[in-house]
Structure formats: C-alpha cells, structure tokens
C-alpha cells in the first residue's frame, strides 16, 4: 500500500507540476508504475500463500507472475537511464537540451521495454519447456527461477547457462554505466575551483 501510494504521489507530482515536465523525470515517472506493478504481482500472492491455507502458487498463476517479475527486473537499466541523464545534466549542462531530447527520451524507454520483454520471454521460454512431475501448484511462496528448477524434473542447465548470462550481461553492464556515470560526475564536481562551488553541486 506504501508502495503504491508513493508511486502515486510522484505521478501526480510531475503530471502537475509544469516545471517538471522534463526530460529529468521521465525516468521517475516511468519507474513508479513499474514499482506499482511489481508490487502488485508479488505482495497479494505472498500474502494469501503466507497467510491463507494454501502454500504454494497454482501452476498457471507461478507463470503469469514469473513473466512479470522477470519483466521488471530489467528495471535497473531504467536506474543506469537516470544516472546517464544526471550525467549529461551536469557535466553537459549546455547541451543536455540536445543530448536528453524529445527523440531521446522515447528512444531510451523503448530500449528499456524491448530489454525487459527480451529477456523475460527467453526466460519464460526456457522455463516452459521444463516437466514438473505433474504438479500442479509450485510449493514456495514467491514463483521465482530458483523455486522452479529445484522441482524441475527434467535437466536444468540451459536456464543456469541463461540466468549466468543474463546477470553478466543486464546486472554487471547496468553497475559499470552506473559507476561511469557518477564517477564522471564526481570528476566533473571535483575540477569546480571554488569549494563553495563543490559544495553547492553536492548539495544539489
């Protein structure tokens, strides 16, 4: 509920504010319907799988909710977006109208899209053609890769050869661009002469 209420909170801040209708918050803008349904996808079943009498997750239902999180777990490359953005803000603050335009921005988002539907259907791909045994409900409370090739009846190596890939490529190339993009900021701050300059662009 906290989750979504913020997710609120900062739609309606920038869907209001004309002065945050920039390039700078699209990123936010897109990451708080994104947080919505991640939260969506995960909290309810978690609840009625640790609360309710049932504990395990139907079959058809651990699929729907293992596209999903699969989906949104690229959402980091949206937080290597953002650090890209602040980069370009500070130490191309002349040509950020240029670098950030509005051909920029769709782009970017149509990136991250085409990432996260990439990489969920070659994972949900991998995972379908996996036999359970006949079960019909996966017995954990969150349907996620692991819980699902430790039931797997049938050899998982291909999914372990995927996720291996898949964390090199999405989550070692997101932290890298992250750390490039704040050190070159931290570089940029640091060659300002005066100390109140430093501080003032820490600050901000």
Same mark, same amino acid.
């Given at each position: 509920?906290?989750?979504?209420?913020?997710? @609120?909170?900062? *739609?309606?801040?920038?869907? #209001?504010?004309?002065?945050?209708?920039?390039?700078?918050?699209?990123?936010?803008?897109?990451?708080?319907?994104?947080? *919505?349904?991640?939260?969506?996808?995960?909290?309810? +079943?978690?609840?009625?799988? /640790?609360?309710?009498? +049932?504990?395990?997750?139907?079959?058809?239902?651990?699929?729907? &909710?293992?596209?999903?999180?699969?989906?949104?777990?690229?959402?980091?490359?949206?937080? /290597?977006?953002?650090?890209?953005?602040?980069?370009?803000?500070?130490?191309?603050?002349?040509? @950020?109208?240029?670098?950030?335009?509005? &051909?920029?921005?769709? $782009?970017?988002?149509?990136?991250?899209?085409?990432?996260?539907?990439?990489?969920?259907?070659?994972?949900?791909?991998?995972?379908?053609?996996?036999?359970?045994?006949?079960m019909g409900a996966?017995?954990?409370?969150?349907?996620?890769? +692991? $819980?699902?090739?430790?039931?797997?009846?049938?050899?998982?190596? $291909?999914?372990?050869?995927?996720?291996?890939?898949?964390?090199?490529? #999405?989550?070692?190339?997101?932290?890298?661009? /992250?750390?490039?993009? @704040?050190? *070159?900021?931290?570089?940029?701050?640091?060659?300002?002469?005066?100390?109140?300059?430093?501080?003032?662009a820490f600050s901000?």
């Amino acid at each position: 509920m906290v989750a979504v209420l913020g997710s @609120y909170l900062i *739609v309606s801040a920038v869907s #209001l504010s004309a002065a945050l209708h920039t390039p700078m918050y699209v990123p936010p803008l897109t990451l708080a319907p994104v947080d *919505v349904v991640h939260t969506s996808s995960i909290v309810p +079943r978690l609840l009625g799988t /640790t609360l309710g009498p +049932r504990k395990a997750i139907i079959y058809g239902g651990c699929m729907s &909710q293992f596209f999903f999180t699969c989906s949104l777990e690229s959402e980091m490359v949206l937080f /290597t977006t953002m650090a890209y953005d602040h980069c370009a803000a500070i130490c191309f603050s002349l040509l @950020y109208a240029t670098i950030m335009s509005r &051909q920029t921005c769709p $782009a970017l988002l149509a990136a991250l899209f085409l990432i996260a539907v990439t990489n969920a259907s070659v994972h949900m791909g991998l995972i379908l053609r996996l036999t359970f045994g006949g079960m019909g409900a996966v017995d954990h409370f969150f349907c996620e890769i +692991r $819980a699902l090739q430790a039931i797997s009846s049938t050899s998982v190596q $291909a999914n372990e050869v995927m996720v291996f890939m898949a964390d090199i490529a #999405l989550s070692m190339g997101e932290l890298l661009l /992250t750390c490039l993009s @704040y050190s *070159v900021i931290v570089a940029a701050i640091l060659h300002i002469p005066t100390t109140e300059g430093k501080r003032k662009a820490f600050s901000n």
